[in-house]
């Protein structure tokens, strides 16, 4: 069961993750990029992140994979950039990393695939990632109802 949702703080999927488990009152962290920069600027200060000594956004995405059991991203279409990083990050690691891609499944058929994913691997900390906002407007919303849903079988 999942105790803890981390994050890298980014537009889109990240900050839909936090602001999941800011509402929710679920445990959260993860690691952001020196300057807290993102695509709009500097993270918001609500989100008590810790920041990396760099500003590289690829050592930030590989800090999350390890200080998380499992992680997910989430997609409207293939992975391409940080996203695709992340998998392959998690994959060098050798730590457990579910795509759903919500192009070609459903949120509640993406929510039952990855709750048994999260019990099949005992996810207790989840790391959640996807495309910024820039690349998919409708990445943010798309995570918070996928989450929503995540976790009211799972709580």
């Known amino acids: ?5 981390i994050s890298g703080g980014q537009t889109g999927a990240d900050r839909a993750a936090l602001d999941f488990a800011i509402q929710y009152n679920i ?3 993860g690691w952001v990029p020196k300057g807290r920069k993102s695509e709009d600027g500097s993270i918001p200060e609500i989100y008590q992140l810790q920041e990396m000594p760099t500003s590289d956004y690829s050592k930030r995405t590989e800090q999350n994979i390890l200080d998380s059991d499992g992680t997910l991203i989430v997609s409207h279409g293939i992975l391409t950039g940080g996203s695709a990083l992340t998998e392959f990050f998690a994959d060098q690691h050798k730590k457990p990393c579910i795509h759903v891609d919500l192009d ?3 949120i509640k058929d993406a929510a039952i695939t990855i709750s048994s994913w999260i019990e099949e691997n005992n996810i207790e900390v989840l790391n ?3 495309p910024r906002a820039g690349k998919d407007p409708e990445i943010y919303r798309a995570t918070l109802t996928l989450l929503e849903t995540l976790f009211e079988k799972t709580i």
Request: charged letters at 15%; proline letters at 7%.
């Open 1 to 5: 069961m999942v105790v803890k949702i």
């Open 27 to 29: 445990p959260y962290g």
């Open 104 to 106: 070609k499944q459903s």
């Open 128 to 130: 959640v990632a996807g």
